[in-house]
T-cell receptor
């Protein structure tokens, strides 16, 4: 199926640990994004990459580092996890046609 | 800076009744506007988009929205609510292709049998 996929779907970890979330799209899009949805359902952009180049980097702690090995993949690595990092993280992609297609989300719980 | 305001964090309508979810935007340049739907424990699905073509936009699942520049609004409507419409709805704005989406705070739609 053509889609935006994320792994894992659920991630439970302890404070201080380092974790990664992977995102892949097979839609042929050239731009990929990471959004964070907090406990109140508020969605906010974190990063975006266009053709493997970082183009948006919102005010996100340095503990968050995106990596795009190619146009179809955008991974999110988080160091030294904190309680406040608990959220749902969504990956999305687009192809200059304005609409973005979202993955199913990764629910991160930090204990 | 661009932003959207969704009036009403919770909206309840009876099955078969009109659905109206409100969205007002603030943008210094012509905006591109979107409505997304999020079902429980799922990702966001695009319902419809306005990108400066027709002001009345038809989307999936019988939803439509009208861009009104004079009112800076992009309200979402559906003539007859169905139980399956129960979800969280987000209005979003961007400046254009491959630009970030700025989301409203969402409206939870409940359908009363």
């Amino acid at each position: 199926d053509t889609a935006v996929s994320q792994t894992p779907k659920y991630l439970v970890t302890q404070m201080g640990n380092d974790k990664s979330i992977k995102c892949e799209q097979n839609l042929g899009h050239d731009t990929m994004y990471w959004y964070k949805q907090d406990s109140k359902k508020f969605l906010k952009i974190m990063f975006s990459y266009n053709n493997k180049e970082l183009i948006i980097n919102e005010t996100v702690p340095n503990r968050f580092s995106p990596k795009s090995p190619d146009k179809a993949h955008l991974n999110l690595h988080i160091n030294s996890l904190e309680l406040g990092d608990s959220a749902v993280y969504f990956c999305a992609s687009s192809l200059a046609t304005y609409e973005q297609y979202f993955g199913p989300g990764t629910r991160l719980t930090v204990t | 800076a661009q932003s959207v305001t969704q009036l009403g964090s919770h909206v309840s309508v009876s099955e078969g009744a009109l659905v109206l979810l409100r969205c007002n935007y603030s943008s210094s340049v012509p905006p591109y506007l979107f409505w997304y739907v999020q079902y429980p424990n799922q990702g966001l699905q695009l319902l419809l988009k306005y990108t400066s073509a027709a002001t009345l936009v038809k989307g999936i699942n019988g939803f439509e929205a009208e861009f009104k520049k004079s009112e800076t609004s992009f309200h979402l409507t559906k003539p007859s609510a169905h139980m399956s419409d129960a979800a969280e709805y987000f209005c979003a704005v961007s400046y254009g292709g491959n630009e970030k989406l700025t989301f409203g705070t969402g409206t939870r739609l409940t359908i009363i049998p």
